[in-house]
T-cell receptor, first 112, second 114 residues
């Protein structure tokens, strides 16, 4: 595919469940970002990978959030023991060395 | 800490009108600024990226300007169409280097009416 893809597109989780969100970046893009977007707000940075190295995880809101990119391509964002405040759209973006970030369609997470 | 503000928060215009969306940022030490479009329930589509050395960038009916010294960028949309209805977000990178996390404004929700 030509763009960034994310799955699932929609996820409903009961409070306390664990969820895993997947991101497939554009082939060859070394940088991968995760953002969280609350309703009516702009996206907020969660974490950043360069290849398989997680270089910045300063935006992860709690230790319930964990991200990995073991082979430097696909990435997974995992949220343990989901809470209602985790309900948001989770966006993944990738970029090459020319700085412009390309975003996927997002995963809308609803915690009930 | 970089803060990005967009005004207005919402805008409704009749089809055919030209319009300007505003973006301001507090830390002028940026090396680019990116404008995005977001349709309801969708991800972000990159519209324009302006490097710090540029003052303007154009794509079709869109023109973005950047004034680093005053901490401002504008997105000009000419001859608006109903298909332009969406939320428009501006974003600036936080760090220098090969790739940087973006700080976003809260967006301007645009509706173009028939």
């Amino acid at each position: 595919g030509a763009g960034v893809s994310q799955s699932p597109r929609y996820k409903v989780a009961k409070r306390g469940q664990d969820v895993a969100l997947r991101c497939d970046p554009i082939s060859g893009h070394v940088s991968l970002f995760w953002y969280q977007q609350a309703l009516g707000q702009g996206p907020e940075f969660l974490t950043y990978f360069q290849n398989e190295a997680q270089l910045d995880k300063s935006g992860l809101p709690s230790d319930r959030f964990f991200a990995e990119r073991p082979e430097g391509s696909v990435s997974t964002l995992k949220i343990q023991r989901t809470q209602q405040e985790d309900s948001a759209v989770y966006l993944c973006a990738s970029s090459s060395f020319v700085y412009e970030q390309y975003f996927g369609p997002g995963t809308r997470l609803t915690v009930t | 800490k970089q803060e990005v503000t967009q005004i207005p928060a919402a805008l409704s215009v009749p089809e055919g009108e030209n319009l300007v969306l505003n973006c301001s940022f507090t830390d002028s030490a940026i090396y680019n600024l990116q404008w995005f479009r977001q349709d309801p329930g969708k991800g972000l589509t990159s519209l324009l990226l302006i490097q710090s050395s540029q003052r303007e960038q154009t794509s079709g009916r869109l023109n973005a300007s950047l004034d680093k010294s005053s901490g401002r960028s504008t997105l000009y949309i000419a001859a608006s169409q109903p298909g332009d209805s969406a939320t428009y977000l501006c974003a600036v990178p936080l760090n220098t280097g090969t790739a940087s996390k973006l700080t976003f404004g809260t967006g301007t929700r645009l509706q173009v009416t028939l």
